[in-house]
């Protein structure tokens, strides 16, 4: 089956860079994109999402750029910050009757150095 | 609003016990979803339920079953634990309709022994 991974396992900076995290798709039919923070002992948590006719999507301090001709999806942190440290997984929806149901990429761990 | 819960927080069975996890949501959502993560994975959909006395098979659903009795409540059952099903397990909610997003609760960690 198709699935959603990601270029980087971990990801280490500095606070106030900014920091971006990557992530590759195989499933061309899929038509939403989200990307959650998961804290240590926590559930994910929602941070940005988009759908396939945007290729851009920006909230407060995040930005989701979506490629679908190299099916690539990318999450920007602008001055990231300690509380920034967390896993961050995207998910992928296949459209049509799939009842919104998500496959999500392994995770990239990312952290922030005071 | 509590969101979505679960319980219990924490549990250890031993090989060939049984057991039940349950999710609770006061959204009122209709879809519903249990997933497991292991170390190094991401989150993989055992089962899902589209509404009230529905269920259906996610990726990884063997061992596993699943109720939905009760439309804020979906519940996880183990009939025979394996030391495999060892597993942080996380229930999520969404409305109906199109693709959005999935309310997450904090999740169960469960250890076979």
């Known amino acids: 089956g198709e699935s959603v991974g990601l270029h980087l396992p971990t990801l280490s900076v500095q606070e106030g860079d900014n920091s971006i995290i990557n992530c590759a798709y195989s499933n061309s039919a899929s038509d939403y994109f989200i990307w959650y923070k998961q804290e240590s002992g926590k559930g994910p948590q929602f941070i940005i999402d988009i759908r396939s006719n945007m290729d851009k999507r920006q909230g407060q301090r995040v930005t989701v750029l979506l490629n679908k001709t190299v099916k690539h999806l990318s999450l920007q942190i602008a001055a990231t910050q300690p509380g920034d440290s967390a896993v961050y997984f995207c998910a992928e929806n296949a459209g049509g009757t799939s009842y919104g149901k998500l496959t999500f990429g392994q995770g990239t761990i990312l952290t922030v150095h005071p | 609003n509590a969101g979505v819960t679960q319980t219990p927080k924490f549990r250890v069975l031993k090989t060939g016990q049984s057991m039940t996890l349950l999710c609770a949501q006061d959204m009122n959502h209709e879809y519903m979803y249990w997933y497991r993560q292991d170390p190094g994975m991401g989150l993989r959909l055992i089962h899902y339920?589209?509404?009230?006395?529905?269920?259906a098979k996610g990726e990884v659903p063997d061992g596993y079953n699943v109720s939905r009795l009760k439309k804020q409540n979906f519940l996880l059952g183990l009939e025979s634990a394996a030391p495999s099903q060892t597993s942080v397990y996380f229930c999520?909610?969404?409305?109906?309709?199109?693709?959005?997003?999935?309310?997450f609760g904090p999740g169960t960690r469960l250890t076979v022994l």
């Open positions: 339920s589209v509404g009230e006395g529905t269920t």
């Open positions: 999520a909610s969404r409305p109906s309709g199109g693709a959005g997003e999935q309310f």
